[in-house]
């Protein structure tokens, strides 16, 4: 069973950076998309950026581009969301969520992902 823990949120002022952690138990994830998705307060959860099985091709939102990396260390079968330049527009629960595929694309679409962490809490506030 597939199991998908974040962490590495917490509180930054505009402006910095944090580095998200999708870490991955029960299966590999080399056939697997991946995704990181947030959910602001009273928002619809919105896709962030994904990346493709074995570390395919990767996606990100227009919102994030430029400031966003998505990257994935099959070896330690953890997903990572390096955010640099964060704006308070970004606070937002982060969650990362997981669909097997052999399909080296993947399309930010929640729909389209099976299994789901509990989040994370990223705040940017000064």
């Known amino acids: 069973q597939l199991q998908l823990v974040e962490s590495g949120g917490g509180l930054v002022q505009p402006g910095g950076s944090l580095r998200l952690s999708c870490a991955a138990s029960g299966v590999t994830l080399d056939y697997y998309a991946i995704g990181w998705f947030r959910q602001a307060p009273g928002k619809e959860r919105e896709g962030v950026s994904c990346?493709?099985?074995?570390?395919?091709?990767?996606n990100y939102a227009d919102s994030v581009k430029g400031r966003f990396t998505i990257s994935r260390d099959n070896v330690k079968n953890t997903v990572y969301l390096q955010m640099n330049s964060l704006k308070p527009e970004d606070t937002a629960v982060y969650y990362c969520?997981?669909?097997?595929?052999?399909?080296?694309?993947?399309?930010?679409?929640?729909?389209?992902?099976?299994?789901w962490g509990q989040g994370t809490q990223v705040t940017v506030s000064s």
């Open positions: 990346i493709g099985s074995s570390g395919g091709t990767t």
């Open positions: 969520a997981a669909e097997p595929t052999v399909q080296a694309m993947c399309v930010l679409e929640k729909a389209d992902f099976g299994s």
